[in-house]
């Protein structure tokens, strides 16, 4: 996946970043595009777990994915079971970290989700295919 840094933050000031190109993704039979353009700040990590989480595993498509598939308003518990899914396939990542990160979501991101959903977060007013 080909990305750009932005000068774009969060609210929380996290950086954003920018697909570059379109990113095909299929996973359990089924396919969507990450458009060009899109930002995500890949994985929200709360920081009592960052120490135990690899930056690989914390900055991929799964991430990306997952951001994508909130912003566009896919229901959580399927946006989540998709990150669940790439992770799996993520196998130079350990399984442990990969289920810490799968629980990370299922349990703390209720508010990430909201956060997409509501008007004003930066993913919800940027143009996706500038």
């Known amino acids: 996946m080909k990305l ?3 000068d774009k933050r969060t609210r929380s000031g996290t950086i954003l970043w920018r697909v570059a190109e379109a990113e ?8 969507f595009e990450i458009p060009a353009g899109f930002h995500t700040d ?6 009592f777990l960052q120490p135990f989480l690899c930056e690989r595993a914390i ?3 799964p991430s ?18 998709v990150f669940f899914e790439l992770l799996a396939e993520m196998k130079d990542v350990p399984a442990w970290q990969r289920w810490i ?4 979501v299922e349990w703390f991101g209720d508010s990430a989700y909201a956060a997409h959903r509501r008007k004003g977060h930066p993913h919800k007013n940027q143009n996706r295919f500038d």
């Open 4 to 6: 750009e840094l932005t």
């Open 59 to 61: 900055r991929s498509l």
């Open 101 to 104: 990160m799968f629980k990370a």
């Open 24 to 31: 095909p993704v299929k996973v359990a039979g089924q396919c």
């Open 64 to 81: 990306v994915a997952h951001d994508f598939l909130y912003f566009q308003g896919t229901p959580k518990r399927i946006a989540d079971a």
């Open 42 to 47: 890949f994985a929200s990590v709360p920081r």
